[in-house]
């Protein structure tokens, strides 16, 4: 871990055991945060960015999820094996996170002010007009008019995009180090989508936080990510920065993600897809699990898992293309 690492998650494995099978959702993921920079987890629906994400804070449920295996470092404690007392000091205060549906994550039954007034206080001995004046300040630099009224509000008379920019204000209440957004922009149009995109810039840039926004969105990476994770069967198969990655991919999967984003320039009425559909984590294809999909595979590939390696400098990719099993540099 250098020094200006914030998060470093090794081989994280978390699993679901159900009547069907064990769903193996997060199966050997690596990757690691540093100071200031946001990093974008990317992939299909299924793939496993949301449930890194909770695993991170443990926020799944626990029966049937339990992390079997890897490490969750921040400041040197392992998250994934603190004692919940630890971890509920740390939740909100040090890592918060913004979910992808803010009408589910929100209490009906509690005013935004008051969902809000307790994030903070649990977290630290204020009063409570400070803390509905810290509230208050927070719904204006989310850019919601009126915070004063808004604060009165219950989720349900207040707009989606209004309910998206109070999740993240609970989020920001006790300043955090690290903001996790799990696909904020999903549930609302495309004009909100640009100011909670602004929002978070903003904050990246003033606050000098961390962020690790999950998105599918390959525009909403270019727009706001420093690098890019890309997520497949549940493993990391491609890292580097956003620019990179989006100019020059290496792994067979994110070059098909790329293919698949529409292109003005060209006549075609439809867009290519990549063949198949993503993995079934209860039955995962033996060897790399995107070898059922890939247009190069090799014999390889059926039956040995390439690991993330070093290509060129920071570009991480595990793919056997890229190794000495596949003959190729």
Same mark, same amino acid.
């Not at 909100?92 to 206080?121: C, H, R, W, Y």
């Not at 904050?203 to 420093?226: C, P, Q, W, Y």
């Given at each position: 871990m250098t020094a200006d690492t914030v998060l470093e998650v090794k081989n994280l494995k978390t699993w679901f055991y159900t009547r069907r099978g064990i769903v193996k959702a997060v199966n050997g993921v690596d990757f690691t945060l540093r100071r200031g920079e946001c990093l974008c987890l990317v992939g299909e629906s299924g793939c496993g960015k949301t449930v890194t994400a909770l695993s991170i804070l443990r926020l799944f449920d626990s029966p049937p999820g339990r992390i079997v295996e890897g490490e969750v470092i921040y400041k040197g404690l392992d998250l994934a094996s603190c004692t919940i007392q630890r971890l509920r000091q740390i939740r909100?205060? +040090?890592?918060? &996170?913004? /979910?992808?549906?803010?009408?589910?994550?929100?209490?009906?039954? /509690?005013?935004?002010?008051?969902?809000?007034?307790?994030?903070?206080?649990?977290?630290?001995?204020?009063?409570?007009? +400070?803390?509905?004046?810290?509230?208050?300040? !927070?719904?204006?630099? &989310?850019?919601?008019?009126?915070?004063?009224?808004?604060?009165?509000?219950?989720?349900?008379?207040?707009?989606?995009?209004?309910?998206?920019?109070? &999740?993240?204000?609970?989020?920001?209440?006790?300043?955090?180090?690290?903001?996790?957004?799990?696909?904020?922009?999903t549930a609302v149009d495309v004009t909100i989508r640009a100011q909670i995109?602004?929002? !978070?810039?903003?904050?990246?840039?003033?606050? +000098?936080?961390?962020?690790? /926004?999950?998105?599918?969105?390959?525009?909403?990476?270019?727009?706001?990510?420093?690098?890019?994770?890309? /997520?497949?069967?549940?493993?990391?198969?491609?890292?580097?920065?956003?620019?990179?990655?989006l100019e020059s991919p290496a792994h067979p999967y994110t070059i098909g993600l790329m293919r698949c984003l529409p292109d003005i320039s060209t006549d075609s009425k439809r867009l290519p897809s990549i063949p198949g559909n993503t993995p079934n984590p209860i039955d995962m294809p033996a060897g790399c699990s995107f070898h059922p999909r890939c247009q190069e595979v090799m014999e390889v590939c059926h039956s040995k898992d390439p690991a993330l390696m070093n290509i060129a400098g920071v570009h991480a990719v595990a793919c056997h293309l890229f190794s000495a099993a596949g003959g190729k540099n």
């Open positions: 909100g205060k +040090d890592i918060a &996170m913004v /979910f992808q549906n803010a009408q589910s994550a929100l209490n009906p039954v /509690f005013t935004i002010g008051d969902q809000i007034v307790e994030q903070i206080n649990a977290h630290g001995q204020v009063s409570r007009a +400070d803390a509905v004046a810290k509230a208050c300040r !927070l719904l204006e630099e &989310m850019k919601i008019s009126q915070p004063e009224r808004a604060l009165k509000m219950y989720p349900h008379q207040m707009s989606g995009g209004m309910k998206q920019r109070a &999740m993240i204000a609970m989020s920001l209440s006790c300043d955090p180090c690290i903001l996790i957004a799990d696909e904020p922009t995109m602004h929002i !978070l810039q903003e904050l990246k840039a003033n606050r +000098d936080m961390s962020i690790i /926004f999950i998105t599918h969105d390959l525009s909403l990476v270019r727009e706001i990510g420093d690098r890019a994770a890309v /997520f497949y069967g549940g493993k990391v198969v491609e890292v580097d920065t956003v620019e990179h990655i």
